[in-house]
């Protein structure tokens, strides 16, 4: 039996403890907030507010958790901001040395419809993306942060996304 996936799951931990231990758990989806509170930013100057090292806004939204949120539209370039570039970074870095193509994946060809493409699976994860926004995180918060922090919120998230995920794949595989 091929080991490789306990050395990766081994790297994964330990990245999710360093993040931890050296800045906070691990979470990008509040970036797609502060994405868009820049654009509204751009638009509106008066949308966010500085008094003496403290940031607000007329938004409530922006204005939750004293105003974190609108000092990272203020301020963009943070860990935050930093961690998703990486994201991308390091899976293109990852990716130019391993060298590696999937041998399994099929091209989309002009004959298969949008539903039997990636474009399913693209609808499927920006779905996933806005449930867990929606309940106030994301699913690298709720689920992999989450569990290692032993929140009862996290684990409940895996389950169900699990639960879903196997109840997708034998759906697909009848169909």
Known sequence: MNKKWLLKAMVLGLAFFAAILLKKPIGVS????VASGLMEYAVNRDIIREE???????????NASHGKLAKA?????????VFVLSIFLGAFVGHRILGKKDATREPISREKSWKDSNGI???GGCILLFGARFAGGCTSGHMMSGIMQG???GMVFAGIVFAFAILTAIVKERV
């Open 52 to 62: 003496g090292g403290v940031y607000s806004s007329d938004n409530a939204y922006y």
């Open 121 to 123: 699976y693209f609808l």
């Open 30 to 33: 509040t970036q797609f907030n």
């Open 151 to 153: 929140a009862i919120s």
């Open 73 to 81: 539209i203020a301020h963009p370039i943070n860990y935050g901001f």
